[in-house]
């Protein structure tokens, strides 16, 4: 069971709206450290797609958003399209574990 | 061009060993920690060891310690991880990173290398 928890999956039509959540505790991103996400297509290794909450590395499109309140986390993603198919994790680290931990992963379906 | 590459994987019996590297090229090495994360067959990311950029801080997961060691060699801008009394749950990809923010997070990714432990 993972320290931070994603719903197994989501799905969403091309165009659509969809948002992933992450849920932690006070010992990881509902305290003093951020959240991440990472993007992981099928039979690729994972990539950064949002790190400190709300930002975007270079390359990766505005339709990528991410936000934090509290000990909820979530990645929205806009104008869905095909090659957004892929799992999301959310990332952070644990202060009570002194680990770095992740969710147990979201896999996005485009309908 | 920042890449990184991963070797040293393959099919190991029970109780052995096996070291795996990663090479790193396009970025000042002993600039940026790096991690090691790994995946089973099917299931998700696990973090299993981190490394300070000069080496003397070395972390990892309590499902590591004890029979996993990173260390790196900043004079070939490479990163190792050697695995000993490998268990079947050991199976996985492992995925070397180059990590960085003030706490760290995992900013680039090599492609990875396939451990199967088993008899």
């Known amino acids: 069971q993972s320290v931070l928890t994603q719903p197994p999956s989501v799905s969403g039509a091309p165009g659509q709206r969809v948002t992933i959540s992450c849920t932690g505790t006070?010992?990881?991103?509902?305290?003093?450290?951020?959240v991440h996400w990472y993007q992981q297509l099928p039979g690729t290794a994972p990539r950064l797609l949002i790190y400190?909450?709300?930002n975007r590395p270079s390359g990766v499109p505005d339709r990528f958003s991410g936000s934090k309140s509290g000990t909820s986390a979530s990645l929205a993603i806009t104008g869905l399209q095909a090659e957004d198919e892929a799992d999301y994790y959310c990332q952070s680290y644990d202060n009570s574990l002194s680990t770095w931990v992740f969710g147990g992963g979201t896999k996005l379906t485009v309908l | 061009e920042v890449q990184l590459l991963e070797s040293g994987g393959g099919l190991v019996q029970p109780g052995g060993s096996l070291r795996l590297s990663c090479a790193a090229s396009?970025?000042?090495?002993?600039?940026?920690?790096m991690s090691w994360v790994r995946q089973a067959p099917g299931k998700g990311l696990e973090w299993v060891s981190s490394?300070?950029?000069?080496?003397?801080?070395?972390y990892y997961a309590d499902s590591v310690k004890g029979r996993f060691t990173i260390s790196r060699d900043n004079s070939r801008n490479t990163l190792y991880l050697q695995m000993t009394s490998l268990r079947a749950e050991d199976t996985a990809r492992y995925y070397c990173?180059?990590?960085?923010?003030?706490?760290?997070?995992?900013?680039?990714w090599g492609q990875g290398t396939l451990v199967t432990v088993s008899s």
């Open positions: 990173a180059r990590v960085t923010g003030s706490v760290w997070y995992f900013e680039i």
């Open positions: 400190g909450n709300n």
């Open positions: 006070t010992s990881n991103f509902g305290g003093v450290y951020d």
């Open positions: 490394i300070s950029g000069t080496g003397v801080n070395p």
């Open positions: 396009g970025f000042t090495f002993i600039t940026y920690a």
